[in-house]
Each structure stands twice: as structure tokens, then as C-alpha cells.
């Protein structure tokens, strides 16, 4: 199993851009997770899903989209980049309640 | 709500002793608490987890941590530190509802000395 995957590794993007970070998971895990890692602030969740077809907002939304058509897919939508969403983001899946969850390697996105 | 208080930002240790980092956590139920570790420019990998069977939590690589109630603590502690155990290390904190939402401290670096 190739576990929790994310693309792209890097991307630099210009104000009001727009781009998509995509996350896969091959463990039929139906909980999807989206952090935002901040230097000194931890991790913070920005969406996250119980199964395909339901998603939910987390601590921090603004500015994000998701979508989950699929058990496997859960890619995060920036629209109308900010320097603000300039961090690291991390997609994770778990199995169930009580179980833990599975990070993938994290894309690195700055905004200028 | 939950929350994950983790004491200290920076942690140093000489290789060969103790490692102690701190973890306090408030909830209204008893959580699940977990311990990650996160290596330079890489995600974060489980070192260990506390879903209420045993308070003693042994994890990967030599760490384990102790569920204490009565001090709302998850402390992670490890004999004996590695020049490879230098990394940031968070605690987290989630309930046991459907959703299961991981809340994290905001983490402490580990530096160890030689």
C-alpha cells in the first residue's frame, strides 16, 4: 500500500490563483482529514469528510473547498490565492473512531 | 471544547538522557490521546496512542507515555535519547464521537546534544 499520497510536493503560487491539492489514500479509509501547519501554531483542520459524499467544515474553512466523490479522493480547493494560505498542508485518513490517523508527506505552498 | 496544552516549545536533552515532554489536555469525556512525531520536511508518523485500555502506553522506538487522569496529562517519556530522536513531537486529543477530530498542540522540538 502506497498509503496517504499528495500533489505537488511544492508549488508557488501569485496572488488570485487558484490550484488544487490533490490526496489519495489505498487503505479504504471512509474518514478524510486536511491540515494546515503553521510554524509554532500545530496542526489545524481546514475540511474533513466521514465517507464520499459528506464533508464538513473544520476550524479553518475560509478560503478552502472540498470535494469527495470517491472513497479514495479528497482534494482541497484554494480559489483566489492569499499570502495568508501561504504553509504546509497535510491530508490524513483514518479507519474509524478510535484509530489513528495516516498523514501523507505534505505539500508546501507558498503565496507571493 | 477540547484542547492540547504542550509545555515547552523547545526541549533539549544530552544523548543518553531522560526525555520528558509534557501534554495536558482538557476535555468533558474521556479522549483518545495520541502522540506523533514529525521528522524535517516530512509528515507526521504515530508513535503511540491511549484509547482506554491500559494507562501505560508503550510506543515505536522506546517511547512511552502514561494516561493520567486525576493531572488531565499524557506526558511522553523515553530512558534513553538517540541523536535520531531530534524532531518535533505533538500531542493530540480526540473525542469518541462519529466525526473523531484530531486537536493538536502546537508541538515541542526535540534537540539532542551530543
Known amino acids: 500500500n502506497a498509503g496517504v499520497t499528495q500533489t505537488p510536493k511544492f508549488r508557488i503560487l501569485k496572488i488570485g490563483q487558484s490550484m488544487t491539492l490533490q490526496c489519495t489514500q489505498d487503505?479504504?479509509?471512509?474518514?478524510m482529514y486536511w491540515y494546515r501547519q503553521d510554524p509554532g501554531m500545530g496542526l489545524k483542520l481546514i475540511y474533513y469528510s466521514v465517507g464520499a459524499g459528506i464533508t464538513d467544515k473544520g476550524e479553518v474553512p475560509n478560503g478552502y473547498n472540498v470535494s469527495r466523490s470517491t472513497t479514495e479522493d479528497f482534494p482541497l480547493r484554494l480559489e483566489l490565492a492569499a499570502p495568508s494560505q501561504t504553509s504546509v498542508y497535510f491530508c490524513?485518513?483514518?479507519?474509524?473512531?478510535?484509530?489513528?490517523?495516516?498523514f501523507g508527506p505534505g505539500t508546501r505552498l507558498t503565496v507571493t | 471544547a477540547q484542547s492540547v496544552t504542550q509545555l515547552g516549545s523547545h526541549v533539549s536533552v544530552s544523548e543518553g538522557a531522560l526525555v520528558l515532554l509534557r501534554c495536558n489536555y482538557s476535555?468533558?469525556?474521556?479522549?483518545?490521546l495520541f502522540w506523533y512525531v514529525q521528522y524535517p520536511n516530512q509528515g507526521l508518523q504515530l508513535l503511540l496512542k491511549?484509547?482506554?485500555?491500559?494507562?501505560l502506553v508503550k510506543g515505536i522506538n522506546g517511547f512511552e507515555a502514561e494516561f493520567k487522569k486525576s493531572e488531565t496529562s499524557f506526558h511522553l517519556t523515553k530512558p534513553s535519547a538517540h541523536m535520531s530522536d531530534a524532531a518535533e513531537y505533538f500531542c493530540a486529543v480526540s473525542d469518541r464521537g462519529a466525526t473523531n477530530k484530531l486537536i493538536f498542540g502546537t508541538g515541542t522540538l526535540l534537540a539532542v546534544q551530543p
Open positions: 476535555s468533558s469525556v474521556p479522549p483518545y
Open positions: 491511549y484509547t482506554s485500555a491500559a494507562t
Open positions: 490524513a485518513s483514518r479507519q474509524g473512531v478510535g484509530y489513528e490517523q495516516y
Open positions: 487503505m479504504n479509509h471512509n474518514y
